[in-house]
């Protein structure tokens, strides 16, 4: 190294090594204050999950913890089974299908006008409405059904409804009084 350097940096040493040192010693401090915190709340996060009166036993309160869980996690998938039954009945119970059929019950009225409309839950039972549609009125009649019959008579077109409410046949009312 030539003198001239040397002489460059020992006068940088001189002027500014006080406080070099000084910002050397200050990081080293925050550095090791920084350890202490963190050590700190390592510390309360390892116990937090410990009960306070098996601190001294270690892994001993984490098991229990964890067998806690387990057990409440047992309970909640029982829990959601028993749901998924009562889900499950009650889907049967609920409006499933429905089938209507739309007619023309008098051939001097235009349009099919009248109409046989199928509600049934998932056993087949509910109710089938009738409407009979003329000049002068509207009649409606409901009818009940179970198990897909009814003790009432039917007439075709509540047969077609019922039929296409449960997805039996997609015959139109031509073809059923065919039959």
Request: hydrophobic fraction near 45%; include cysteine; charged fraction near 20%.
């Amino acid at each position: 190294m030539p003198a001239q350097e040397v002489a460059t940096l020992l006068t940088f040493w001189q002027t500014y090594g006080f406080y070099l040192w000084l910002l050397s010693a200050m990081g080293f401090l925050g550095l090791a204050g920084a350890v202490v915190i963190l050590w700190r709340r390592l510390r309360r996060a390892i116990s937090s999950y410990q009960a306070p009166d098996s601190r001294r036993r270690g892994s001993a309160a984490l098991d229990s913890i964890l067998l806690e869980r387990s057990l409440q996690i047992q309970r909640h998938e029982e829990a959601l089974a028993d749901l998924g039954e009562r889900l499950s009945l009650l889907e049967c119970e609920s409006l499933r299908h429905a089938g209507l059929v739309r007619f023309n019950a008098f051939g001097d009225v235009g349009g099919d006008q009248s109409f046989a409309l199928a509600l049934l839950d998932g056993k087949k039972n509910g109710i089938v409405i009738s409407t009979i549609y003329t000049r002068g009125a509207t009649r409606i009649y409901a009818k009940a059904v179970q198990a897909g019959q009814s003790i009432h008579h039917l007439s075709d077109e509540e047969i077609a409804a019922i039929e296409r409410a449960t997805g039996l046949a997609a015959m139109t009312v031509q073809e059923l009084k065919e039959r």
